[in-house]
């Protein structure tokens, strides 16, 4: 494992402990209120916004925020190939299996062929090239495979809006 890489697995560990067990500094908002969406439009801004903090099985903790306007999304904002080519990746139950279990922990091609219903090694590898190809995941070297820090979050914000 080279320096660089270990510096960065031991500041994910570090990010991970300070993480842990840390009391909220407010209450969560009553049931039914808007707080996020009422400080976004204080802004004056008509768009979408999400953001979240998330804690893997890994102990891994991710916090993310990520704004658009209406008015990009609807035009230059978005390239229409790549934002096609992204969705499409996840457009197979193996690959959002995959990516699941990544989150989960099991982070090499070996324990992912290993498991139940994923098809052979061929074609888990044929998954996860797709998912890297499309920014959904990236290799940290020796077989192992991660979801972007900047993708954790808005990858579990769509599988929360396909939650129906």
Known sequence: MSL???VAELERRLSALEGRDTPATE???????????EGWKDR???????????????????????????????GDEIDP?????????????????LLREI???RRTAGELTDLDGVGTSGQVYHHLRQLTAT????????GRHEVPASRV???LVLFAAATP
């Open 4 to 6: 660089e890489e270990r």
């Open 135 to 142: 920014g959904w995941l990236h290799t940290t070297g020796r």
């Open 81 to 97: 190939q790549r934002t096609a080519e992204a969705l499409a990746a996840l457009g197979s139950p193996v690959r959002v299996r």
């Open 27 to 37: 209450p969560p908002p009553a049931e039914g209120t808007f707080w996020a969406l």
């Open 103 to 105: 989150l989960a922990g």
């Open 44 to 74: 004056g801004v008509d768009g979408v916004l999400f953001t979240g903090a998330a804690t893997l099985p890994t102990g891994e903790h991710y916090q993310w925020q990520q704004a658009h306007t209406t008015r990009g999304l609807l």
């Open 153 to 155: 979050v808005p990858l």
